[in-house]
């Protein structure tokens, strides 16, 4: 595939003769296990209020001119690393580009090494990270590109995977060394146990491929722990550093709390306290002012369907089970997402014989619904946890 051209030279917004008008920034990439870094993110942002990258790459587009800004940036980020010293770029450089831009016969012509030697860099020095924002499913030249990066010394990243068309068949086909969780996987995972359950089984999956599994955007510490005890070793996002105009650390205050979570973590001193929001799943909830025959029909066509929450708002009224109709004013048993596991299979065995096998219904500080715990999963967790604390 050949980028559409514009016949026209590139606008002032991309080149300013030969001045790339885009610029860098930097953002590491930190393996917790001893805070080193163990590479860095080079972002591009455009000038003026082309800044965000989004707005740059869509104009760049629509206007033919995809290749040009590519270039831009490249440039620009090589003018950037050929100023630092040795040991700033022992650590390799994460590059992001499109599947479009890498199948192009001018990214394969030996002028993108040339560029490269221009600043005393080989392709050893970059990872590729590739990204399909559009829908791309020409996964056999997804297969050959990969391959063609890697045989050339590139290493080669799968970028947010998880998200839109950054999926499993872009994963088994381009087999990357490096596979870039997406935020939207990492984002409040401490709430949510389907995420949860999914990053761990990634986390093995990475291993057994020996792939480096990296998440991205991690924002809180709550997000950080929560990561680190599923097995998550590399981390990148604005709680770790934000993208700054040179490779930069962590700063000390991280450098002081990634030691403490690790060490929280090397003892599993509370396991015991494992919070309620860790095993708790959203499932269907609907308005509270749905009439009871539309809930009940909802029953009989969905035969996996085992309870819904109603809700005012977001905040949970009552609880329909398949068994039964709640009672008027029966409210079900509603414990926010941070009260111990044992603690809660303690309250909810205190139920009467007729509501003692519902879930349990889960809310966040604030009283917002997240989702609910049955009493399987409750009595299979806390088992474990018991027999873990005996065993010990
Ligand atoms: O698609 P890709 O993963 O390359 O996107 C990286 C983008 O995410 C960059 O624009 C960067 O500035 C942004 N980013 C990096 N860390 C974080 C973070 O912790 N939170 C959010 N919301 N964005 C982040
Ligand atoms: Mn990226």
Redesign the pocket.
Known sequence: MRLPLSSAPAPAWLWNGDEPSVTS?F?PIVDLLHGEVIGH?V?SRGPGERR??QVLFTQAREEGYTWELERACWTSALRCISTLSDEQRRAPFFF?VSPDVLSDPRFGDGSTVALLARYGLKPGHLVL?I?EKAAFEDIELIQRLTRQCAAEGFGIAL??FGAGHSGLVTLVHSAPQFI?L??ALVRNIHRYSYQQHLVKSLVAFAASVDAVLIA????TWDELAVLLRLGIRHV????IA??APAPVRPNGEFEAQRHSAMRALDFREHEDDETVGSMVIRRLCMDAATPTGDVQGLFANASQLDHVVLLEGDRPKALVTRQRAPARDERPLVVEDRMAITTLARVAMKRGADTVYDPVVVVDEQGSFLGTVTMKQLIHRSTELLERRTSR
């Not at 991205?216 to 924002?219: F, L, N, S, T």
């Not at 990148?236 to 709680?239: E, K, V």
């Open positions: 920034v953002q993110e972002l965000e990258p992001n990270e990204t970028d947010d870039k997406d935020q991205e955007g991690v924002e990148q996002g604005y709680l934000r993208p």
